[in-house]
């Protein structure tokens, strides 16, 4: 199936990706390259007297940096392996069923995503700490002791690793999936393969690109982790990242922290490109079909089993933490009530820690719709050059692409600082900073939903068009475009949900009074006081619906679009 | 379409208002002539009244522009990296612990403020007036007064009985390579017990089943059993004003503070303010200084920032005079001690503690 897909794709001209690449690049190396190349290069050149090199490795080759990479790599490797696993089956349960409440629950899988860590640390802390609700339950029934403890541990890391990637895996795959035609699964089934054979040999294979993104994109969170081993791990287990953050932020010792920015960046960079290998030999073209085609009502008895046994784990993993957190958000005394809330509203009101939290809403939207806006413009063009185009060219921007993901927040912050300070990029403390911060966040999910896509496209259809007389233009607008919108729409809810819950790049931007929820929510969780506690509680209950509202929104839109077909 | 059209629209002209905001540094939009702009790099815990802002800027026809940085630490390296180029006219919140620092790095311009006389000398520990000190905390143990009630064992009154196996899994502090408060709390053990009595002392604690948090928010909230905390650990490390604190932003009015603060082991953190270094509106920056130290603003600071203000001569807000505790004689370290030895502290710390 593999053969002869290079021959047909419309191969986009040498000018034509030089076009379409040309702002995503001059974006990425403006307020990405140049402002980390900055930073780096500062604490290069402050280092020993041996050298820059010679420091570097020093860095690298001390052994505390070695365990530190071992960790890093380890967690990451085990929560994406994890994450996978746990997400397959509710990908197959929603690209295969249909049934009530489908398009709700499966927006709600997103709200994790985009929470704050340390709203997540303490939801995870509320519910599996002493005084968690299981406990009680258990005590009730005559249970002795606490019979959960989430003391630091490597479980409670992988546990919220996985809490938070869910979606990203359901997304990818699932999207993919409810795409393929059941009848080449079923054809196989009919030629006498079992459930399982059919589903490794017919159905697997048509999802490893899908499978490989989404891992690619979990492993690269969790390499790059950060909050959640702060909040959750034991003290003293680092990633890279924290010990980036601490020598930068903490001691300012930029020397070491460059060394150990290059060593984050360079594995990244490296496991991009494996990936980008692997990816290469893995993409095949395949048959499209509307989801509405694919999908069947669960009406058997097995497929309730499945369905119900599914989406009850989910419930689980993924409902229980947030439900715990929400119920903390209306506690009041030793009843429950809505001072949290109002509190919430009073401008300036007694925790006037900052503006009203209402505002913060307001700015978290504004800068969510402008980075929806220049991530979706910016990922569309580099997806089109990365997809159409093969070789260095293609393979290097989307590297160039994902990098920042696996740039630590505090670099990016500081390297802002040190490299736009002259007229007209001193953009150092404009508000604009942030859509443009989140924007290099996002930009890769918006590549990563597109390009498969994209890729996927029959050539016959292009080929049925032209022989049909329709121009190049138009067969682009009439085959293409149609997937490319979809795409589009689902890499713009990502870039939505990214930019609503995105906490790290913001805090380390030096900026206004302009608070963004997230920010808001950490300085309640900043100063004693239940009244602050339940407030912290609260918006993250107000920051969960409004994802969870503006993803169903988006999936209303990706519903029409899809009629498209 | 349309929609999408109006959406744009509207984006690109609130874009414009945010960056018509903030042209301060930009260059590309001259700032309105009639009023100047002064802006105050602070980090995210900074807070005042309103009333107090307007009537700065009522007074010297002037604007406030608040510029934040994260916390204390990443506020003071990125004006130290900022230096030939600053962010903002004045600084505030740099705080003991970093002072040296920036202090090193002369990124402030000296000025000796006139309401410097309400000051007790003990605060004004720069003698070349670079920076002007605003306020200070105490971070103390706290304790969870329920757990302590029925007096068995009774509440803890030293660092010293921290050691002992009546008070065995109680504790939890707060990583000094990661939280400032941790960082204050081993300071602390290092003035106390000196250079060689700190490691044993810890070892001890360590033996009675310390537990470690990363941050002050996981410690407090999560790990700590008063308040609102999820946790079961009656000893917490955080501030003498943390009691006051939880009476203020209590849900339901209480009287009593469900937490109390152990005077024995505190350490004193001071806050102070500076001109940067490249500021065209030196003279403004200092009436902003002058203004953090106006009486007013004093008294409004302890509610605000639940810190105390360095003028003697203030009444502290009723919520602190009942449940807040002034430390009388609280621990310190040299400046210069700490930035010469805090790196070298965390690495033995964590190596006994950890490890």
Same mark, same amino acid.
Request: cysteine-free.
């Given at each position: 199936m593999d053969r002869g897909v290079d021959g047909h794709r419309p191969a986009l001209s040498g000018r034509g990706a030089l076009l379409l690449g040309a702002p995503p690049l001059l974006f990425l190396l403006l307020f990405f390259a140049y402002p980390v190349a900055s930073i780096v290069g500062l604490g290069l050149s402050g280092g020993t007297d041996r050298g820059a090199a010679a420091g570097v490795l020093d860095t690298w080759l001390d052994a505390r940096t070695v365990e530190v990479l071992r960790f890093t790599l380890w967690q990451a490797a085990l929560s994406t392996v994890l994450t996978v696993l746990a997400a397959l089956p509710g990908a197959y349960v929603f690209a295969r069923f249909r049934f009530r409440g489908r398009r709700l629950l499966r927006a709600a899988t997103t709200v994790p995503f985009v929470l704050p860590t340390v709203v997540v640390a303490s939801a995870f802390l509320a519910l599996l700490g002493p005084r968690s609700p299981l406990n009680d339950m258990a005590a009730l029934l005559g249970v002795p002791g606490p019979i959960v403890r989430l003391e630091g541990s490597l479980w409670a890391i992988l546990l919220a690793h996985v809490f938070y990637l869910y979606a990203v895996v359901l997304r990818l795959v699932g999207g993919v999936w409810s795409n393929l035609d059941p009848g080449t699964e079923e054809a196989a089934r009919v030629l006498g393969a079992t459930r399982w054979m059919a589903f490794r040999q017919v159905t697997l294979p048509l999802l490893w690109p899908a499978i490989a993104s989404a891992a690619a994109i979990a492993f690269l969170f969790t390499f790059t982790s950060f909050g959640v081993i702060l909040l959750l791990g034991t003290p003293g287990t680092?990633?890279?990242?924290?010990?980036?953050?601490?020598?930068?932020?903490? !001691?300012?010792? +930029?020397?070491?922290?460059?060394?150990?920015?290059?060593?984050?960046?360079?594995?990244?960079?490296?496991?991009?490109? +494996?990936?980008? /290998?692997?990816? &290469? /030999?893995?993409? #095949?073209?395949?048959?499209?079909?509307?989801?509405? &085609?694919?999908?069947? %009502?669960?009406? &058997?008895?097995?497929?309730?089993? @499945?369905?119900?046994?599914?989406?009850?784990?989910?419930?689980? +993993?993924?409902?229980?933490?947030?439900?715990?957190? @929400?119920?903390?958000s209306f506690a009041s005394g030793d009843g429950h009530g809505l001072e949290a809330y109002a509190a919430l509203f009073q401008a300036g009101g007694r925790a006037g820690?900052?503006?009203?939290?209402?505002?913060?809403?307001?700015?978290?939207?504004?800068?969510?719709?402008?980075?929806? #806006?220049?991530?979706?413009?910016?990922?569309?063009?580099? *997806?089109?050059? @990365?997809?159409? /185009?093969?070789?260095?060219?293609? /393979?290097?921007?989307?590297?160039?692409?994902?990098? %920042? +993901?696996?740039?630590? *927040?505090?670099?990016?912050?500081?390297?802002? #600082?040190? *490299?736009?300070d002259q007229p007209p990029l001193d953009l150092r403390t404009s508000p604009l900073l942030i859509p443009i911060a989140h924007t290099l966040v996002a930009m890769p999910f918006v590549v990563r939903a597109t390009v498969p896509l994209i890729r996927a496209i029959q050539p016959r259809l292009r080929e049925a068009a032209a022989v049909l007389g329709a121009s190049p233009r138009r067969t682009w607008l009439e085959v293409d475009g149609p997937v490319i919108a979809r795409a589009a729409l689902v890499g713009g809810g990502? *870039?939505?949900? @990214?930019?609503?819950?995105?906490?790290?790049?913001? !805090?380390? #931007?030096?900026? %206004? &009074?302009?608070?963004?929820?997230?920010i808001a929510i950490f300085r309640l969780l900043g100063q004693p006081g239940t009244l602050n506690f339940a407030q912290a509680m609260a918006m993250s209950t107000i920051l969960m619906v409004l994802t969870a509202a503006a993803v169903l929104l988006i999936e209303r839109w990706r519903g029409e679009a899809a009629t498209a077909f | 379409m349309k929609r999408l059209t109006a959406a744009v629209a509207a984006l690109i002209i609130a874009g414009c208002n945010g960056s018509g905001d903030g042209s301060g540094g930009g260059g590309q939009l001259p700032p309105p002539a009639s009023r100047t702009e002064l802006v105050v790099m602070t980090h995210d815990s900074f807070a005042l009244p309103d009333e107090a802002i307007s009537a700065f800027e009522d007074e010297q026809g002037a604007t406030l522009r608040i510029l934040r940085s994260g916390d204390a630490g990443s506020m003071v390296n990125q004006a130290i990296l900022s230096r030939e180029d600053p962010l903002a006219d004045v600084l505030f919140g740099v705080d003991s612990s970093f002072l040296t620092r920036a202090l090193d790095a002369d990124i402030f311009l000296p000025y000796g403020s006139r309401e410097l006389a309400a000051v007790p000398e003990i605060f004004q520990v720069d003698d070349r007036q670079r920076v002007t000190p605003i306020d200070h905390g105490e971070v103390c143990l706290n304790i969870d007064r329920e757990a302590f009630a029925n007096e068995d064992p009774p509440a803890p009154t030293s660092l010293e009985d921290l050691t002992l196996p009546e008070y065995r899994g109680m504790l939890v502090v707060q990583d000094p390579a990661s939280s400032s408060v941790g960082l204050s709390f081993l300071l602390a053990t290092v003035a106390r017990f000196g250079e060689e009595g700190w490691r044993e002392y810890w070892a001890g604690l360590r033996e009675n089943d310390v537990l470690v948090s990363d941050?002050?928010?996981?410690?407090?909230?999560?790990?700590?059993?008063?308040?609102?905390?999820?946790?079961?650990?009656?000893?917490?490390?955080?501030?003498?004003?943390? %009691?006051?604190?939880?009476?203020?932003?209590?849900?339901?009015?209480?009287a009593e503070a469900p937490t109390a603060v152990v005077l024995d082991g505190c350490y004193r953190q001071v806050e102070f303010a500076g001109i940067l270094q490249g500021t065209d509106q030196a003279e403004l920056a200092g009436a902003f200084i002058d203004h953090l130290l106006s009486r007013p603003v004093q008294e409004a600071i302890p509610l605000e920032m639940f810190v105390y203000p360095v003028r003697g001569d203030v009444t502290l807000p009723e919520v602190f005079l009942e449940h807040a505790k002034v430390v009388e004689e609280p621990l310190e370290l040299p400046m210069d001690q700490v930035e010469a030895n805090r790196q070298r502290w965390i690495a033995e710390w964590t190596d006994i503690v950890l490890r």
């Open positions: 680092a990633t890279l990242e924290v010990e980036i953050y601490r020598t930068t932020a903490l !001691l300012l010792d +930029l020397p070491v922290a460059a060394a150990l920015a290059l060593l984050q960046m360079g594995s990244v960079l490296l496991l991009l490109l +494996l990936y980008g /290998r692997l990816q &290469d /030999r893995l993409t #095949i073209e395949r048959g499209l079909r509307p989801p509405a &085609d694919v999908t069947r %009502p669960v009406s &058997d008895r097995r497929s309730r089993l @499945v369905a119900g046994a599914t989406l009850g784990s989910m419930g689980l +993993l993924l409902a229980l933490p947030l439900l715990v957190l @929400v119920e903390r820690a900052f503006v009203a939290p209402a505002e913060a809403i307001g700015n978290s939207l504004l800068f969510a719709g402008a980075t929806v #806006i220049l991530a979706s413009l910016l990922g569309l063009m580099s *997806a089109a050059v @990365v997809a159409y /185009r093969r070789g260095w060219s293609s /393979r290097g921007l989307d590297a160039l692409l994902m990098l %920042p +993901l696996g740039t630590s *927040a505090v670099t990016l912050g500081f390297g802002f #600082i040190v *490299a736009l990502f *870039a939505f949900a @990214v930019s609503l819950g995105e906490f790290g790049a913001t !805090l380390f #931007i030096a900026r %206004p &009074d302009v608070p963004t929820v997230p | 941050g002050w928010e996981d410690a407090y909230y999560g790990r700590f059993s008063g308040g609102a905390g999820e946790g079961d650990r009656p000893i917490v490390v955080s501030y003498a004003s943390s %009691p006051a604190a939880e009476v203020a932003f209590a849900e339901t009015p209480t």
